[in-house]
């Protein structure tokens, strides 16, 4: 992990030891674990997200995010579809659904 990354997670990391029941510090977290690929740390943090707001596109599309990294697709369908509902997260969690129901599309 490079330096660079570092600094905002650990900044994060403070935040959510701060402020335990913010479902915002929670959705980042789980984000900035996913794009490191720490998909296990990821799906616990969206998790307390969801935990906090239950219908919060955020905290599920990172859940479904962290499960599909873990080849957990199905799972991770089932928190996409609820990601989907969130007018805000829609156009993310449908391009991730299509891209674990179609994955010769988004093959290299």
Known sequence: MSV???????????????DKNNYEVWYR?????NSIKEYGKAS????KCIDL??????GNYEKGVALFGLNKKERALKFLEDANKDRNFRKLAQ???????RPS???K
């Open 95 to 101: 391009r991730k659904i299509d891209e674990i129901k």
């Open 53 to 58: 707001k239950r219908k919060y596109g955020g």
């Open 29 to 33: 977290y789980a984000a900035a674990l």
């Open 105 to 107: 599309k988004y093959e």
């Open 44 to 47: 616990e943090a969206a998790q």
């Open 4 to 18: 660079v990354t570092c600094q905002p997670i650990s900044g994060i990391i403070i935040a959510s030891e701060l």
